[in-house]
């Protein structure tokens, strides 16, 4: 079965500093993995995602994705955090060859970011 | 450009009660999925439509809860005789073309459904 794992309910970094929300998964076959993030009463805003090729992917706001594929992760990171980038922050994971249509997401990371 | 509009908003309901739940995708956009986000947790799936057709309705919790997309456009999400466990906020989102698998979906703002 497809699972998504994120590890930490909340991270904490000051502003300026640099930000990793840690993201695990499981699924059989090749994943398709994404990040997305949620402002409060909003729905979720796509961030990146890894389909194939350089591991090292580059999405919107600065941030950046890392796939591991020995160690199943897909860790989001961002050299400089800024106050603005507060909010729940969500890894999910497809694939097709097992699970149909469906995304699976994690429980979601709340970043804070402290001025 | 407009994104995926749901509504209502906010809906607030007695148990026992039908509720219906819009959402209104991106125009041409093929994909339509909903999901259910309890409090602090994240979306769950609950059903898939290609244009028209309900490809994976899995996710449904029980034979309650209905959805439709006749016109391969506009969905509703119909849960009937509601229970207080229904209540959370219902999230809509779309994408270009599901057919590969790896276009990002396209969120609304979400119905959040307090069933009293």
């Known amino acids: 079965a497809q699972s998504v794992a994120q590890p930490e309910d909340q991270v904490n970094v000051a502003e300026g500093n640099p930000l990793t929300v840690k993201c695990t998964y499981s699924v059989s076959g090749n994943p398709y993995l994404f990040w997305y993030v949620q402002y409060p009463n909003r729905g979720l805003q796509f961030l990146l995602k890894?389909?194939?090729?350089?591991?090292l992917v580059k999405g919107s706001y600065g941030f950046e994705a890392e796939f591991n594929k020995s160690q199943t992760s897909f860790h989001l990171k961002k050299p400089s955090a800024l106050v603005s980038d507060s909010a729940l922050y969500f890894c999910?994971?497809?694939?097709?060859?097992?699970?149909?249509?469906?995304?699976?997401f994690g429980a979601g990371t709340r970043l804070f970011v402290k001025a | 450009g407009a994104g995926v509009s749901q509504s209502p908003r906010y809906k607030v309901a007695k148990r026992g009660q039908d509720v219906a739940l819009r959402c209104d995708p991106i125009?041409?956009?093929?994909?339509l999925f909903w999901y259910q986000q309890a409090l602090g947790q994240g979306p769950e799936f609950l059903t898939y439509f290609q244009n028209e057709a309900q490809l994976d309705k899995s996710g449904l919790p029980s034979d309650r809860f209905f959805a439709e997309r006749p016109e391969g456009s506009v969905s509703t999400l119909k849960i009937q005789r509601t229970q207080q466990e229904d209540s959370a906020v219902y999230l809509c989102?779309?994408?270009?073309?599901?057919?590969?698998?790896?276009?990002?979906?396209?969120f609304g703002d979400g119905t959040r459904l307090s069933i009293l």
């Open positions: 125009s041409g956009h093929v994909s």
């Open positions: 890894y389909i194939t090729g350089d591991n």
């Open positions: 989102a779309s994408s270009l073309s599901e057919a590969r698998g790896n276009q990002p979906q396209h």
């Open positions: 999910a994971v497809r694939s097709l060859n097992t699970g149909g249509f469906k995304t699976i």
